[in-house]
């Protein structure tokens, strides 16, 4: 089991910018891929990015390719996701988690770690 401790949400304008972190404890962090979910009020929790194993592959919801980036520091234990060009509309609660899975998973039942969860506010 691995131990994640999501963090770097906030509150900010449209068209800026935020860096979230996930730092994991436990079970080593190059066995496990990495991502990142979101919630918003009133809607399921949807995948965001994905980054595998030693990080040699991402994917991304098309909702935030080419504004969002995916990443890794195996040697630090944790995962980053910088978001730019931020719209209201990806304002949600930000989950970061591990999974066991090979590649780069993309349903939240693939993953068996969570974070507790960093708020984005994007105002317009």
């Known amino acids: 089991q691995v131990q994640l401790v999501d963090s770097g949400g906030g509150l900010v304008q449209a068209g800026g910018s935020l860096r979230l972190s996930c730092a994991a404890s436990g079970r080593a962090f190059s066995t496990v891929a990495m991502a990142w979910f979101r919630q918003a009020p009133g809607k399921e929790r949807e995948f965001v990015a994905a980054?595998?194993?030693?990080?040699?592959?991402?994917q991304y919801a098309d909702s935030v390719k080419g504004r969002f980036t995916i990443s890794r520091d195996n040697a630090k234990n944790t995962v980053y996701l910088q978001m730019n060009m931020l719209k209201p509309e990806d304002t949600a609660i930000y989950y970061c988690?591990?999974?066991?899975?090979?590649?780069?998973?993309?349903?939240?039942?693939?993953?068996?770690?969570w974070g507790p969860g960093t708020q984005v506010t994007v105002s317009s």
């Open positions: 988690a591990a999974s066991r899975w090979l590649g780069v998973p993309d349903a939240p039942s693939q993953y068996d770690s």
């Open positions: 980054s595998s194993r030693r990080g040699e592959m991402t």
